[in-house]
C-alpha cells in the first residue's frame, strides 16, 4: 500500500484518478479538500477533522460489470461494519451512497472508475465540529460522543475492511450483505420523491434488492430505480 498525505487538496479522488502508475491500494489522505464533490457534482463539505481520503480497487475481470453496479453498496455496508467496530452506534444507511446516524448525514461515498481501477472516495465526520452549512443535515462522532479520534487509525480500519468485505463479496456472500443492508435501510417506508432525467414521481421507498436496485411503491405499482439514475429527495 502506498500513501499519499496532504495538508490540502482539492480532491483525493482526482488525485487518484490523475496517476499514471495507479495500483490497488493506493490511498490518498487529506486533511482538508477545497474541491471534494459528492454524486452528481453536489458539493462535498470538508472540514479539518473529518476522514478524507480515497482508494484504489483493481477491476477483477472475472466479476461483471453488472455485479460492480452493487459496488457503491458494498461500500457502504463495509463502511458501516467498521463504524460498529468504531463505536456500536445505530447508524443507518441510504441507498446508494450515505451514512447517517440520528436524523443527520455522517459519511458520503463517491465511487469512480477510471481505466481498469475503481477509486472509491469517502469523506466521514469524526472530530470536525465545524460542519459549516451542512449544520442542520449532518454530524460527526465526536459531536455523539465527545471523544476524539486518530484519523488515521479510522481509516486503516476502513481501508483494510472493505478489502476483506470485497473478499467476502467475491466469495458469493452477497444475499448475506444485502440482507444486512436491508436491516439497516434509511429510507424504507419514508416517502420520497424520484427524479429521472424525464419525469418526477412520489412513492415510498422499499427494500434494496438482489440487483442493488431500490424498490419503490409508486401508486399501485411496484418500481424498480437504478443505482446513479436517479435523484431521492426525502419530504
Known amino acids: 500500500m502506498r500513501i499519499y498525505r496532504f495538508d490540502e487538496i482539492d480532491s483525493t479522488n482526482r488525485f487518484l484518478r490523475e496517476k499514471d502508475d495507479i495500483l490497488e491500494k493506493d490511498l490518498a489522505i487529506a486533511k482538508v479538500q477545497n474541491a471534494g464533490r459528492g454524486r452528481r457534482g453536489n458539493k462535498w463539505v ?21 455485479e460492480y453496479m452493487k459496488l ?34 455522517i459519511s458520503g461515498i463517491l465511487v469512480e472508475k477510471i481505466k481498469d481501477h475503481y477509486i472509491i472516495g469517502i469523506g466521514l465526520n469524526v472530530n470536525n465540529l465545524n460542519l459549516e452549512e451542512a449544520k442542520d443535515r449532518g454530524m460527526s462522532l465526536r459531536e455523539k460522543t465527545g471523544k476524539e479520534y486518530n ?53 415510498i421507498a422499499g427494500d434494496i434488492l438482489e440487483d442493488g436496485t431500490l424498490e419503490v411503491f409508486v401508486g399501485n405499482e411496484i418500481k424498480r430505480y437504478n443505482i446513479g439514475s436517479i435523484h431521492i429527495a426525502k419530504k
Do not use: C, Q
Open 46 to 66: 470538508s472540514t479539518e477533522g473529518a476522514a478524507l481520503f480515497s482508494f484504489a480497487l483493481k477491476h477483477d475481470f472475472e466479476i461483471s460489470e453488472d
Open 72 to 105: 457503491p453498496l458494498l461500500v457502504g455496508y463495509s463502511l458501516l461494519y467498521s463504524l460498529k467496530k468504531i463505536e456500536n452506534l445505530d447508524y443507518k444507511f441510504k441507498w446508494t451512497n450515505d451514512l447517517y446516524l440520528e436524523e443527520k448525514k
Open 151 to 203: 484519523l488515521e487509525e479510522v481509516i486503516m480500519t476502513i481501508v483494510s475492511d472493505f478489502f476483506e468485505n470485497f473478499k467476502e463479496f467475491k466469495n458469493g456472500s452477497w444475499k448475506e450483505i444485502l440482507e444486512k443492508i436491508n436491516k439497516v435501510n434509511y429510507l424504507y417506508g419514508r416517502r420520497i420523491d424520484i427524479v429521472t432525467f424525464d419525469k418526477e414521481e412520489s412513492g
